[in-house]
């Protein structure tokens, strides 16, 4: 804990104790995982790593007990967790899991575990796509929810956040909610720190709200806090700016679900004279990596919740400096464990921080961008599906495999879908409604079936593309 760190006010909620403060049940175990990620991450990485090692045998052992998938795919058993060499080339004797496999496997359910142990709650689903235009469902467990909390919890530790400030937020919210002129607002920060800390307003707007109105509402919250896509803060900040509005109580701002380029951080930070804090996190895996509160260019990767590799594709492990594809194997969601899931970024490898903490580095992410939609009346929308629109899609066209919308024209989509057989008519027809309901009824849709989604340039699967030119 820094000495600058914001006082941080525990809520009680024991009658008659106001101080120290005894929280709740969910609160509790919050505090006390964020207990030791306190001491934990000034570990040395040996001894984090061995650590990690004893929670995924825990982990291995429960999916080849109750995860019909993994039957046979897993080594019988694991080297002791305190000989590294031994164990790391087992661990790596382990199939990649694919995107694909975990879409053959939800038919089935089969990467579902049979049961929980006791005290995991229960089953909560998502849907997501990463950037890759492949919709998958994740499956996670209340206690899977908990340990996400903690993790959003040191990352306003980490970089200091006063949580009785005001949190303002833009991202997806579900078809028509939060939206323009008011948002929505509530007490407290979210579910993370709601009934554990005392905190502030959390104001939110949709995502698709246009850019303009979008800057006119920020200046109306005058909020301490903004959390957005790097594509949307790049956007607000040349809309503040040329409107002459001014947010004077900002302190930070926070990007998520998109790879911040050191350019747009430059500019972001420019443009308002505030700090850009950037966060690795995907929908089915949780926080991977977060920003070092004293290196901006190094994420720590999150060891004591998810096991990250970074690997070749012939699967040696990167050294630093190196760049491979990134596996992840969150460490505790026993309802769809996913054990070294390709999710279809690639990261670098840094070196030891000199912040002292021992959790590894990767000092790049790359490959998680995405164009805007150009909107037939003028202005631009990011183009984010929602868990609740994956869904709906996937309930449209169930043989999907695949996905990426092209904009052809300013009034024109193409919805590609790659699937295990030929579109049925009625299936066409559900998917056009489908992204006409999404997208708006301005927009003539196509809809294109196809055995396999081309690439970008770059190798890399993008879900949407625009084609129309920039006209200035
Ligand atoms: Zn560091």
Redesign the pocket.
Same mark, same amino acid.
């Given at each position: 804990m820094h000495r600058d760190q914001p006082p941080l006010g525990i809520v009680s909620a024991m009658p008659g104790i106001a101080w120290p403060a005894l929280p709740g049940g969910p609160g509790a175990a919050i505090l006390a995982i964020l207990f030791q990620l306190q001491q934990t991450q000034w570990w040395p990485a040996d001894r984090i790593m061995q650590a990690q090692r004893r929670q995924l045998a825990a982990l291995l052992d429960h999916a080849r007990a109750e995860v019909p998938f993994y039957a046979g795919r897993l080594p019988a058993g694991l080297p002791d967790p305190a000989d590294a060499e031994a164990w790391e080339a087992t661990w790596r004797t382990i199939p990649v899991l694919t995107r694909d496999e975990i879409q053959a496997a939800d038919a089935g359910e089969t990467l579902l575990a049979h049961q929980l142990p006791p005290g995991h709650g229960e089953y909560r689903e998502v849907f997501t796509s990463g950037s890759t235009g492949r919709p998958v469902r994740a499956v996670r467990s209340q206690v899977w929810e908990l340990v996400w909390s903690a993790f959003t919890v040191r990352d306003h530790l980490w970089h200091r956040r006063d949580l009785t400030g005001t949190m303002a937020v833009i991202r997806e919210s579900g078809h028509g909610k939060a939206a323009y002129p008011d948002g929505d607002a509530q007490q407290g920060w979210g579910f993370s720190s709601a009934g554990l800390f005392e905190s502030g307003r959390l104001v939110s707007l949709n995502v698709t709200t246009p850019a303009d109105r979008q800057a006119e509402w920020l200046a109306r919250q005058d909020p301490d806090y903004l959390l957005s896509h790097p594509s949307i803060l790049m956007r607000l900040a040349a809309e503040t700016h040329a409107a002459g509005l001014r947010l004077p109580r900002l302190r930070q701002v926070i990007a998520i679900a998109e790879t911040l380029r050191p350019a747009m951080r430059e500019a972001i930070e420019a443009a308002w004279g505030v700090p850009v804090i950037d966060i690795y996190s995907t929908r089915e895996a949780g926080y991977l990596a977060l920003q !070092? @509160?004293?290196?901006p260019q190094?994420f720590?990767i999150q060891s004591e919740g998810v096991r990250v590799d970074v690997e070749h594709p012939d699967g040696r492990p990167c050294a630093p400096g190196e760049t491979g594809r990134v596996l992840v194997t969150p460490l505790h969601n026993l309802a769809m464990p996913l054990i070294r899931y390709d999710i279809g970024d690639a990261a670098e490898v840094g070196p030891p921080? @000199? !912040?002292?903490?021992g959790?590894p580095?990767i000092t790049r992410i790359l490959g998680r961008r995405q164009n805007m939609l150009r909107l037939p009346g003028g202005g631009r929308r990011w183009p984010l599906l929602s868990s609740g629109d994956l869904g709906a899609l996937v309930a449209a066209v169930p043989v999907l495999r695949q996905y990426r919308i092209v904009q052809t024209a300013v009034d024109a989509l193409r919805l590609e879908i790659a699937a295990a057989r030929a579109l049925s008519e009625a299936e066409a027809i559900a998917a056009a409604d489908w992204a006409r309901a999404k997208f708006g009824a301005g927009f003539a849709v196509t809809v294109q079936g196809l055995d396999e989604l081309p690439r970008s340039a770059a190798g890399k699967a993008e879900d949407f593309v625009c084609e129309v030119p920039d006209t200035p």
């Amino acid at each position: 804990m820094h000495r600058d760190q914001p006082p941080l006010g525990i809520v009680s909620a024991m009658p008659g104790i106001a101080w120290p403060a005894l929280p709740g049940g969910p609160g509790a175990a919050i505090l006390a995982i964020l207990f030791q990620l306190q001491q934990t991450q000034w570990w040395p990485a040996d001894r984090i790593m061995q650590a990690q090692r004893r929670q995924l045998a825990a982990l291995l052992d429960h999916a080849r007990a109750e995860v019909p998938f993994y039957a046979g795919r897993l080594p019988a058993g694991l080297p002791d967790p305190a000989d590294a060499e031994a164990w790391e080339a087992t661990w790596r004797t382990i199939p990649v899991l694919t995107r694909d496999e975990i879409q053959a496997a939800d038919a089935g359910e089969t990467l579902l575990a049979h049961q929980l142990p006791p005290g995991h709650g229960e089953y909560r689903e998502v849907f997501t796509s990463g950037s890759t235009g492949r919709p998958v469902r994740a499956v996670r467990s209340q206690v899977w929810e908990l340990v996400w909390s903690a993790f959003t919890v040191r990352d306003h530790l980490w970089h200091r956040r006063d949580l009785t400030g005001t949190m303002a937020v833009i991202r997806e919210s579900g078809h028509g909610k939060a939206a323009y002129p008011d948002g929505d607002a509530q007490q407290g920060w979210g579910f993370s720190s709601a009934g554990l800390f005392e905190s502030g307003r959390l104001v939110s707007l949709n995502v698709t709200t246009p850019a303009d109105r979008q800057a006119e509402w920020l200046a109306r919250q005058d909020p301490d806090y903004l959390l957005s896509h790097p594509s949307i803060l790049m956007r607000l900040a040349a809309e503040t700016h040329a409107a002459g509005l001014r947010l004077p109580r900002l302190r930070q701002v926070i990007a998520i679900a998109e790879t911040l380029r050191p350019a747009m951080r430059e500019a972001i930070e420019a443009a308002w004279g505030v700090p850009v804090i950037d966060i690795y996190s995907t929908r089915e895996a949780g926080y991977l990596a977060l920003q !070092c @509160p004293d290196h901006p260019q190094h994420f720590h990767i999150q060891s004591e919740g998810v096991r990250v590799d970074v690997e070749h594709p012939d699967g040696r492990p990167c050294a630093p400096g190196e760049t491979g594809r990134v596996l992840v194997t969150p460490l505790h969601n026993l309802a769809m464990p996913l054990i070294r899931y390709d999710i279809g970024d690639a990261a670098e490898v840094g070196p030891p921080c @000199p !912040c002292g903490r021992g959790l590894p580095v990767i000092t790049r992410i790359l490959g998680r961008r995405q164009n805007m939609l150009r909107l037939p009346g003028g202005g631009r929308r990011w183009p984010l599906l929602s868990s609740g629109d994956l869904g709906a899609l996937v309930a449209a066209v169930p043989v999907l495999r695949q996905y990426r919308i092209v904009q052809t024209a300013v009034d024109a989509l193409r919805l590609e879908i790659a699937a295990a057989r030929a579109l049925s008519e009625a299936e066409a027809i559900a998917a056009a409604d489908w992204a006409r309901a999404k997208f708006g009824a301005g927009f003539a849709v196509t809809v294109q079936g196809l055995d396999e989604l081309p690439r970008s340039a770059a190798g890399k699967a993008e879900d949407f593309v625009c084609e129309v030119p920039d006209t200035p």
